[in-house]
C-alpha cells in the first residue's frame, strides 16, 4: 500500500475509527469481567449475599443494636452460648453489622477475596472462608465465655458485645491462600496482614479484632494442610524488600493510636493512648480566673488541660505518629539516618504509658479479690511497652540494611536549618515570655519561661513529665506558646525528607572516560553512546571490564541500552547492577535492552515488555534499486537535481557560521512548538557538540543550510562499525523529501566507509509490521501501551516517526523494558516520565494536555 493510499484510508469516514474503538473497548471490557466472574465466583457470590442479607435484615440503613431483630444472626457471649443460638459463627459470616461495614466486605471481597480466589480455586476458597471463619469465630466466643467466667477486665468489659462481620473469614482465606503464593507474596501477605490484625488488637481491641487473629492463625495451618508441601522454605529476603516489609511495619504501629479512636471505642492493652488526642471539656476563661486568684492543688492538673487546646496543640499530639511515618519513608529508601530516628522516636514512645495513664495506675493490693485486678494492669501496662520495644528490636535486627547516608554538605545543610528553626522560634518565645512575666497563670519566674520554652516543643503526652505548666494571658505570646512547637516540626519533617533525597550521583571525568574506552572495546549496543548525555551517572563492575548508565528519579534506577561490556560478561554485569541498586534501595530498569539480553531476564523471574522498535539499515547492501525505494529514490533525485551539496563533518570542525545557522534552525523547531521537548533518549543541540558524534549536513547551491542530522558512534574493538541517527532538523523553506535525501546519501557513505549498521534509532511505543498469521492475542500491557500511542500520537507523532522510517525498508528489532516487580510499575513509568521530561514546566505540561484533548 503507498502512502497516499494509507492517506486515504485513514482520513475516509472520521466517525468511523471512533465507533470502532468504542466498540473495541466495550467488548475488551466485557472480555475482562467475563474472565473475573471464571476467576472469582466465590467471591462475587459473597459480595451479592451480604448484599442482601444486609437489605433483609435492615443492617444497611440501620446499624445493628442490642435487641434489635439482627441479633438472632450475631456471635457472641449473650447470643451463641447464653441464649443458645448456635447457628451464629455460621450467620456473622455473612450479615454486615452497618452501612460502612457493607462497603468495606464487599469492596474486600471483590479485591482481597478474589485475590485469594485465583490461588486457592473456588472450591478451597469456599472452604478456607467456611472453615476459618466459623472455627475463628467459635474458638473467640468460647475464650471469651472462659475468660469472663475468671473476672478477666477484657472479657468482662466485651462480654456483652456480639459480632456481624465477615471479614472474619475474608482475613482467614487470604492468610490461607498465602500458602500457595510465591515465596515473594507469601512473605509480604503475612507479614502485613499479621501486623494490620496486630495493632487493631493491641490498639482497638473489640472482639471482632481478635476473631480476626484467631481466623488468620487458622489459615496459617489450614494452608500448610491443603499445600500438601510440608514446610516451606524460608526464603532469603533481598535489601530492597527487607526495607520495605520493615517501613510497612513501623507505618502500621504509627497508625496504631488512631484506630483506639475507632467505634465502638477502644479495648485493647494499648487503647488508652486516645487520651493524648482528646481534648477535655474545660472552660478555659473560668479556670484561668480561678487559678490566676488563687493557686489551688488542683490548678496544675486544669491548666494542663487547658495548655492542650487549640489547633497547636493538637498538631504536637499527633507527631509521634508523623515521625513513625516520617521514619517509614526513610527506612523504605535504605537511609541510616531513618533508622536512628526510628529508634528515637520508639525510644520516647516507651514513656507514654507512664505518661498517660499517669495517676490512674494503682496497683496496691488491699486483698486477695483485687490481685487478679492488679496483676491484670501490671500486664496491660507491660503489653503498652511492647510495640516500641517490638519495634526498636526490629530496627536494631535490621540495622544492616540501612546503610546510605546523604552526602556531607546535605548533612550540614539539614543541621544548620533544623538548629537555627529551632533557636529562632525558642529565643522569640523567650524574650516574649520574660517580657511578660507577670501575665501567665501563675506568675512565672525566669526558670518557670525558660522551662516552659523547652515544652513548647514537645507533645501534649509528655507535658506532665516536665514540672508545673504555665498559661501565658498576653496575645502575642499565646500565639508563640500554641505554635512555634509545630512549626519546627513542620520544618523538621520537609528538612528530612530533603535529607533522604540527597544522595551523591555525580559522575567525574575520569568516570566518562573509563565509560567511552569500555565503549570503543564494544558493548552498549547501537544506542550505547547515549550513556555519555548529561543525566546519566555510571557503575562499573569490581573489575572496571563492564559498566552501565543509569540516571535515578524517585528511587527508580533507569539503565539505558544494552550494558557495556563484552557479550559473555553480560548475565554477570546485570546481575551485579542488580545487586548495587539493591544495596542502594533503588528499583533497577533495564530500558531500551534489545533481544539478546531477554534470557538473563528472564533466568532472573523479571517481567519484560516492549517499549517500541529500532529501526535499521545495512549499509553493505544498500541500494535504490526497485520499487520499495520508488519514494527515497525520487527524493535522493530531486536533491541530486537541485544540487544539494552534502557535508559529513563535526561540530568542531565547522565554523562558526554554520554553527550559527545549526543552532537557528534548531531554535526555529523549537519555538514553533508549544510542547515539552523532550530528553533522555533524544538529544538537542548540546549533544552535537560531542567529538565523537558526527553531522551530515545539507546545504542549498547558495549555501544556505537545508537540514542537519547527528550520528551516534557504536564501536567493536576500537573501531567504529555503525552509527546511530539522532538529532534532525530541516530549514524553513527546505526542498520536498530533503530529510530522505540525507540519510539516503548518508547510509552512501557509509556505505563507503565499510559501516556495517546505520540505526534510524527507536520509535517509542512503535510495533513493527506483523504477518496477519502470526500475532498473538494482545495482553493487557499492550493494549495499554497501544492507548498510550494513540493518545500521545497528536502531541509527539511517535506513529509517523516509525512511518518515515519505513520508508527506508529497515529490519526491525524490538526494544525492550525489564524491570524486577509489577508491583512498581507505576513508579516506573512515572520516573520514565520524568526522564523524557525532565524540565517541563507548567506551561508546557497545559499545553499537552491542549493538545492531547484537542
Known sequence: MSDADTDRTTSASPDAPASGASGQRGEGFGRMLARYAQVAPASIALAVVVLATSIVTGTLWSAATVGGDALVWAAGVTTTIRAGFWWTPVTALFVPEDLAQTIVVVVLALTVMAAAERLLGT????????????????????????????????????????TLDPTVGIVGTLITASAFASALWRRRIRLLTFAVVLVFVLYNGDQNNVYRLIAALLGLALGALLRRGGLRRLHRSSHAETRTLVAAVIAITAFGPLLALLPPGGFGPLSFVASLFERPDVDVAAVMARCDVSYTSNCRSQLLMVSVQGAGPLLLSVLPLALLLLTAIGLRRGRRFALILGIAVNAAMLLLPFTALGGDIDLRVQSIESLTPAIEVLLWLLAALLVPIASIALLIATRRQFQIRSPREAAVRFAII????????????????????????????????FSSTLRRFVPAGFLSLLGTPIVPTAPIVVVLYHWVGPVFWIVFIFATLQLYRATFTGRTLADEEHFRSLLRQGGGGTLGFMGTWPGNVYWFSSDGESAIAYRVINGIA???????????RAERTIAEFVQF????????VFYSIHGAYLPVFHALGWPTMSVGEETLMHPQTFDLVGKPWQKVRQAHNRGVKARISTLWTTWDDLSPLIQTQIAAVSEQWVSEKELPEMGFTLGGIDELKDPDVRLYLAFDPDGGLQAVTSWLPSWRDGRVVGYTIDFMRRADGSMSGIMEFVIASAAQHMRDEGIEVLSLSGAPLATKP??????????????????????????YGFASLFSFKSKFNPTYETIYM??????????????????????ANAREYVALARTLIR
Do not use: H
Not at 138 to 155: D, H, P, R
Not at 558 to 563: E, N, R, V
Not at 581 to 588: F, G
Open 558 to 568: 533507569i539503565t539505558l541500552s544494552d550494558p557495556v561490556c563484552r557479550p559473555e
Open 818 to 839: 525489564a524491570y524486577p516487580d509489577p508491583v512498581a510499575l507505576p513508579a516506573i513509568g512515572n520516573a520514565i516520565s520524568k526522564a523524557y521530561l525532565p524540565d
Open 581 to 588: 541498586c539493591d544495596a542502594n534501595s533503588w528499583t533497577p
Open 123 to 162: 472450591a478451597r476458597t469456599v472452604l478456607a472462608f467456611l472453615v476459618t471463619g466459623v472455627l475463628g469465630v467459635t474458638v473467640g466466643v468460647l475464650l471469651q465465655w472462659g475468660a469472663a467466667s475468671i473476672g478477666e477486665l477484657w472479657a468482662t468489659v466485651t462480654e456483652f458485645d456480639f
Open 770 to 795: 506483523i504477518d496477519e498469521g502470526d500475532a498473538d492475542e494482545p495482553t493487557a500491557m499492550d493494549r495499554l501501551l497501544a492507548f498510550l500511542a494513540r493518545t500521545l500520537e497528536p502531541a
Open 418 to 449: 533544623v538548629f537555627c528553626t529551632f533557636a529562632l522560634l525558642a529565643l522569640a518565645y523567650l524574650i516574649a515570655g520574660l517580657a511578660s512575666l507577670t501575665e501567665f497563670v501563675p506568675d512565672a519566674t525566669v526558670a518557670d519561661v
